[in-house]
Structure formats: structure tokens, C-alpha cells
């Protein structure tokens, strides 16, 4: 296993994140504590011994399987990250609540790892009122030794992050974004990492198959990459994306099989960054994948002009874009944008009338994609 130095300790560079556990059914529960007691077993026989669970997870069962399975180690053999559930507002005033809720449920006196959960657009005014203390009441638990590090994950695009980092980035001491070689582009992931080397805060990385979509390509894509490295997995490849960024210290992924967590973790056997052409070829592939799923807007600007109902259309479709890619997996990332949005500003306000289309240079349906995309958030 790789080895990551984070301030004086040895973070394995693979995390097992505890969102998408085996399940018993099609639901998100029950957990398969029996296949999941296993896969922690393998993990830790290998040397991963980071978990990253959350208050939501498989309808909040994450933190109770997660207390009763590891706390058959010993708690200073493994690594135990959870967050503050922000993406719901209704829990702002309840901080103390949650946290001494979840300390309960995960069967331990202490986080190694905690966050501000989602960061985003929905949430980022809420996070930052001190009339919350939220941040206030963290530093106190880190204080009193209940929080080793603190930090925050975002999903929300590279302005919040910034907003949140300039209120109280001194106190956060890393960050844990999605990020993979297709939202390096599509997500505007560079900029964010960019973002974070600025203010010198190590990077975490989630989603980094995004949610399984890169675990297999299209034939030609796949053709490509097999002539770079025969022997290299398809999946493999993402992450040696992420091996190639210097600032990534743990990569999480959700594996919910025993198969899933074997290859993994023989992928994270050794360091394999890539070459420049290999990189080239890997977003050239990105790029291909990602025409595929979105209309190419340029964000000129000339359809906001023209809209009777004064719609932000190029952010609009930055949204249904992504909507579009995560629909069969989550889909969470843009009702969490709009969310934060008047109603009035919301793609089911677009009548229609196409003044926007006559303008565009790239000539876009754009009022189909409106009333898709209001179809698609029903």
C-alpha cells in the first residue's frame, strides 16, 4: 500500500468511503454485515485502514455498522473520518446534537478525520453564520481532543469554495472534493485544486470513478488506453489520474463488493503516475465523453440578453449538463444548485419563445433542454 505523510501521520493514499456498502436487496439497507465485516477485514490486512462514513449513509445505518464493526480493532490501528450534515438545513442549530449522536454510533470518543459535509451553493450562508456556531463548536471538540483534524468537503462550485475559504480557511486543514478526469474539466475540478493549493490545504478525493461511470469506456477509448498500458485496468486509470496530482494525500472510493476492494487496493500496491502523452490521451478521452453528454455552451452571454424571464441560461445548462451525467447515479448536484436559486430562476420558468436560441451562436435547443431539465427535477 502507498503511504501518505499528513502532518505527523501515515494516511494510506486508498480510504475506504462507507457510502455504497453491500446491501441486502436493492435498497440502500439492510447493510450486508457479513460481506462488509469482510471487506473491512481485507482492508486492513492490507494496510487501508481509512474509512469515511457520514450521518446520511445507507439511510444513517453507515455510522452504526462502521461503530460495530471496527471497534473490533484497537482504535488507534485505523483511521475514522465523519461530517456535520449541512446538506440538510434543518440540522444547522443542531451541532452538538449530531456530533454526540454520531460519537454514539460509531462507538468511539474521538474523530480522526471530521468535515463540514457538501459544502455548496445551498448551504455556504448557513455554514458561515456564527449565529450557528457551528465552526466555533468544532474547534472547541478539536480542543478537547474529540476531533483530530478538521476540514470540510464541497461540491459546490470553485465561488463558494473560495467564499468558505476566505471566512475560515485558516482553521480548515484539508479538503475533500470530487474530482476524477472527466470532471477535471466538466466540474472545473483543475481550478478547485488549483484553489486549494493556494491556500496550501491538502487535497481528499472523492468520486474518483464518479459514481462507476469511468469504470468502463466505449471500445475505441478503451482500445486507446490498452495501447498506452496492456496491462492496466480501465478503472485503474482514474486513478492514476489522481496518483499524477501531487497534492492528493487519500483517495476514498465506495466499493461494494469484495472484488471492488481487491482490485483497489492491488491497483494502490504501487505508485504509477502518468506520462504527458498518457495524460493528453486520458483527457482527450474526457473530452469525447463529455460532448456526449451535454450541449457545448461557450457562456457568450447573448441568450441571457434576450430571455423575457431573465434566466441565468449558460448556468442553467452548466447544470443540465451535469444533471444529465449523474441522473442514473445520484443526480443531487444540481437540485442542490437550484435549491439555493428563486423559483422564478428555475429551468420551469423558461416559456418557450426561443429568443434565446436566435441568438446563440452555436445554435442550441436551448428551450428543449429547459423543459428537459425541468421534466428531469420533477
Known sequence: MIYKEFQDL???????????????????????????????????????????????????????????????????????????????????DKVEEIFEEQLK????????????????????????????????????????????????????????????????????????????????????????????????????????????????????????????????????????????LPQTVVTLSGMSNFEQIKANIATFSEEKPLEDHEMRTLLEIADEKIKSIGLPCTKCGYCVSHCPQKLDIPKLLELYNEHRSTEHTFGFIAPMALAAQPEEKHPKSCVGCGSCEAVCPQQLKIADAMADFAQKLK
Not at 468558505?164 to 483543475?190: H, P, R, T, V
Open 10 to 92: 501515515k494516511l494510506p493514499a486508498l480510504g475506504v468511503g462507507m457510502m455504497r456498502l453491500p446491501v441486502k436487496g436493492q435498497g440502500e439497507t439492510p447493510i450486508d454485515e457479513e460481506r462488509t465485516a469482510e471487506m473491512i477485514a481485507y482492508a486492513m490486512g492490507h494496510g487501508v485502514n481509512y474509512f469515511d462514513t457520514a450521518y446520511g449513509y445507507h439511510e444513517s445505518q453507515s455510522e452504526v455498522i462502521a461503530g460495530r464493526l471496527l471497534t473490533k480493532y484497537p482504535r488507534d490501528s485505523y483511521y475514522l473520518a465523519d461530517k456535520f450534515p449541512g446538506y440538510d438545513l434543518a440540522n444547522m
Open 105 to 244: 454510533r460509531c462507538q468511539t470518543d474521538y474523530f480522526d478525520f471530521y468535515m463540514f459535509h457538501n459544502v455548496c451553493e445551498m448551504n455556504v450562508e448557513q455554514y458561515l453564520d456564527e449565529t450557528y456556531g457551528i465552526l466555533t463548536y468544532l474547534l472547541e471538540q478539536k480542543a478537547a481532543g474529540r476531533i483530530r483534524c478538521l476540514g470540510f468537503s464541497a461540491h459546490g462550485g470553485y465561488d463558494v469554495m473560495k467564499r468558505f475559504l476566505d471566512s475560515c480557511g485558516e482553521e480548515m486543514e484539508f479538503c475533500q472534493i470530487q474530482l476524477n478526469y472527466l470532471d477535471w474539466k466538466f466540474q472545473d475540478a483543475k481550478a478547485k485544486v488549483e484553489l486549494l493549493k493556494e491556500y496550501g490545504i491538502p487535497l481528499w478525493v472523492m468520486e474518483p470513478l464518479r459514481g462507476g461511470a469511468l469504470v468502463s469506456l466505449s471500445k475505441e477509448s478503451e482500445g486507446k488506453l490498452k495501447a498506452l498500458r496492456p496491462e492496466e485496468e480501465i478503472p485503474a486509470w482514474a486513478f492514476r489520474f489522481l496518483q499524477s
